[in-house]
């Protein structure tokens, strides 16, 4: 059982950053892929990007690619989502979530464990 909180969202303008957090509870968090997700208002939960156990490999959404850098630190039990350049398409709850497995995985069936999400709003 992994619980998972995130942290670190809030209004930012157009153009600036903003460095989500998540927080994983458990002794084997470096047995999970982690991902990030996101949901804006009457949309579905859109991948936005997925780091290996080990954090040596790691995979973006063609939406964010360039902008947003994944990271993890096995050592804090956390994994983290820096976001720059945001536009307010990037405006939505963000998740973070968990998968035992060693593959980069982009589809949210797969991921077994979910934080409630943090709220990120872009302004234009």
């Known amino acids: 059982q992994v619980q998972l909180v995130e942290s670190g969202g809030g209004l930012v303008q157009a153009g600036g950053s903003l460095r989500l957090s998540c927080a994983a509870s458990?002794?084997?968090?470096?047995?999970?892929?982690m991902g990030w997700f996101r949901q804006a208002p009457g949309k579905e939960r859109d991948f936005v990007a997925a780091?290996?156990?080990?954090?040596?490999?790691?995979y973006y959404a063609d939406s964010v690619k360039g902008r947003f850098t994944i990271s993890r630190d096995n050592s804090r039990n956390s994994v983290f989502l820096e976001m720059n350049s945001l536009k307010p398409e990037d405006t939505a709850v963000y998740y973070c979530?968990?998968?035992?497995?060693?593959?980069?995985?982009?589809?949210?069936?797969?991921?077994?464990?979910w934080g409630q999400g943090t709220q990120v709003t872009v302004s234009s």
């Open positions: 979530a968990a998968v035992m497995t060693g593959a980069l995985v982009t589809t949210k069936e797969r991921y077994d464990y």
């Open positions: 458990g002794r084997t968090f470096s047995s999970y892929t």
């Open positions: 780091i290996s156990r080990s954090g040596a490999n790691t």
